[in-house]
């Protein structure tokens, strides 16, 4: 069974920054791509970014675009997310997820693995 753990959540000040890391136990060379997604409050999941293993290729949400980064260590089977410029609304659960065939996806749907989420709070 694949586990995935994510670290790096906490509290920030509205523009400042965090990075999430999240480290997979499954072998990434078998996997499409990992990505990102969060839950605020009262909220559906949603979408942040993803990355492909095989070329690194990334996709964000257009709430995101800009002030994010996703990258993949292939040495350390992990993926980091570069949070910048953050802002209130960033606020809510991150959740680290891994896709055995589909790349680019956008929908909870696509994943297969999910980490058990970190949270980020940022404040006005």
């Known amino acids: 069974q694949v586990q995935l753990v994510e670290s790096g959540g906490g509290l920030v000040q509205a523009g400042g920054s965090l990075r999430l890391s999240c480290t997979t136990s499954?072998?990434?060379?078998?996997?499409?791509?990992m990505g990102w997604f969060r839950q605020a409050p009262g909220k559906e999941r949603e979408f942040v970014a993803t990355?492909?293993?095989?070329?690194?290729?990334?996709l964000y949400a257009d709430s995101v675009k800009g002030r994010f980064t996703i990258s993949r260590d292939n040495a350390k089977n992990a993926v980091s997310l570069q949070m910048n410029s953050l802002k209130p609304e960033d606020t809510g659960v991150y959740y680290c997820?891994?896709?055995?065939?589909?790349?680019?996806?956008?929908?909870?749907?696509?994943?297969?693995?999910w980490g058990q989420g970190t949270q980020v709070t940022v404040s006005s």
């Open positions: 997820a891994q896709s055995r065939t589909i790349v680019n996806g956008r929908l909870s749907s696509d994943y297969d693995y």
């Open positions: 499954g072998r990434p060379f078998s996997n499409a791509a």
């Open positions: 990355v492909r293993w095989s070329f690194g290729t990334t």
